[in-house]
């Protein structure tokens, strides 16, 4: 087998399949078909003389010769995707970029107003997309170009470039005047006493629950809703209480209305932070919201 027999869309087939290990999220991360994927891979496996993958547990595992492929190819993509790019400029007051990012609802809520004031002063012609997804997609994506960045409290997001930008605690808010807040105490006499609340829990945010969890608490949820921008009118007309981060619940309290406990919660602590596909990194339009998005929130 010679270079000049392998076509550059087979290899882009074949560093998908391996990254998401299955052909069909492959076909939908390169916008092909699945017949199209399938075919490729097909002509890949008679240049190469190697299956490249296998079925198993609804979707494929890679061959000894697929995994020795694979930081090479991945390698040469992005080798090339940079020198395509390197010339490229971007300017801010002329681009009519889309850049589509991963962010929660709480992390619009937090983040995009401001994010949004900037653009219209430096940018006014650059959209964003916010799009949810999987954590476990979100390197491959990242990978892809489906999504530029990733903006967020992301643990198990592992394989990116990053950032960090804010450190921030988990806390407690009630409605103003709670009977809960009124009696004052701390350490372990106050994490004993949250027994007495009753709480409202996000699905979509699986650290609060685990740490209801942790406290032996889920006897006490009330309500679980899928978003956390739903809390403040559920929590300001109610006794419920809701696990949330500082910064956020600093927002809903400067309006009034709202009472903040801090006390020694498991996993109280987080970071925010910005994920990016190395892939990515020096182009131009990318390094230009990185450093848009580091000035405005990195502490």
Same mark, same amino acid.
């Given at each position: 087998m010679h270079i000049k027999d392998i076509d550059l869309n087979l290899l882009r087939v074949f560093d998908a399949v391996y990254r998401t290990r299955n052909v069909s999220r492959a076909?939908?991360?390169?916008?092909?078909?699945?017949? %199209?994927?399938? !075919?490729?891979?097909?002509?890949?496996?008679?240049?190469?003389?190697?299956?490249? =993958?296998?079925?198993a547990g609804g979707g494929v !595992?890679?061959?000894?010769?697929?995994?020795?492929?694979?930081?090479?190819?991945?390698?040469?993509? +992005?080798?090339l995707e940079e020198a395509l790019n390197e010339s490229a400029q971007f300017e801010p007051l002329q681009s009519r970029k889309v850049f589509r990012i991963h962010m929660s609802d709480i992390g619009e +809520?937090? =983040?995009?107003?401001?994010?949004?004031v900037a653009l219209?002063?430096? %940018?006014? +012609?650059?959209?964003?997309e916010t799009l949810p997804v999987p954590r476990s997609e979100?390197?491959?994506?990242?990978?892809?170009?489906?999504?530029?960045?990733?903006? +967020?409290?992301?643990?198990?997001?592992?394989? #990116?470039?990053?950032?960090?930008?804010?450190?921030?605690?988990?806390?407690?808010?009630l409605r103003a005047g709670h009977p809960f807040a009124a009696k004052k105490r701390s350490g372990p006499a106050l994490l004993k006493d949250l027994r007495q609340?009753? =709480?409202?829990?996000?699905?979509?945010?699986?650290d609060t629950l685990r740490i209801l969890e942790m406290l032996q608490l889920e006897?006490?949820?009330?309500?679980?809703?899928?978003?956390?921008?739903?809390l403040p %009118?559920?929590?300001?007309? #109610?006794?419920?209480?809701?696990?949330?981060?500082?910064?956020?619940?600093?927002? =809903? %309290?400067?309006?009034?209305?709202? #009472?903040?406990?801090?006390?020694?919660?498991?996993?109280?602590?987080f970071t925010v932070a910005l994920h990016w596909s190395k892939r990515f990194e020096s182009d131009p339009g990318n390094q230009w919201l990185r450093g848009l998005i580091e000035g405005l929130f990195k502490e």
């Open positions: 076909a939908e991360l390169l916008d092909l078909t699945q017949p %199209a994927a399938s !075919q490729a891979l097909t002509r890949l496996r008679l240049l190469i003389q190697d299956p490249l =993958f296998v079925r !595992q890679p061959t000894p010769k697929a995994d020795r492929l694979a930081d090479a190819v991945r390698s040469a993509l +992005g080798l +809520g937090r =983040f995009l107003p401001d994010l949004m219209r002063r430096q %940018a006014p +012609g650059v959209r964003l979100i390197p491959p994506l990242l990978d892809s170009g489906r999504i530029d960045f990733a903006f +967020g409290f992301l643990p198990t997001v592992k394989d #990116t470039q990053r950032v960090q930008l804010i450190k921030d605690r988990y806390v407690v808010l609340l009753e =709480f409202v829990a996000v699905r979509t945010h699986s006897d006490r949820m009330r309500l679980t809703t899928e978003h956390f921008m739903v %009118a559920i929590v300001r007309a #109610t006794d419920l209480a809701v696990v949330m981060p500082r910064n956020i619940a600093l927002t =809903f %309290a400067s309006d009034g209305g709202y #009472t903040l406990i801090e006390p020694a919660l498991p996993l109280r602590d």
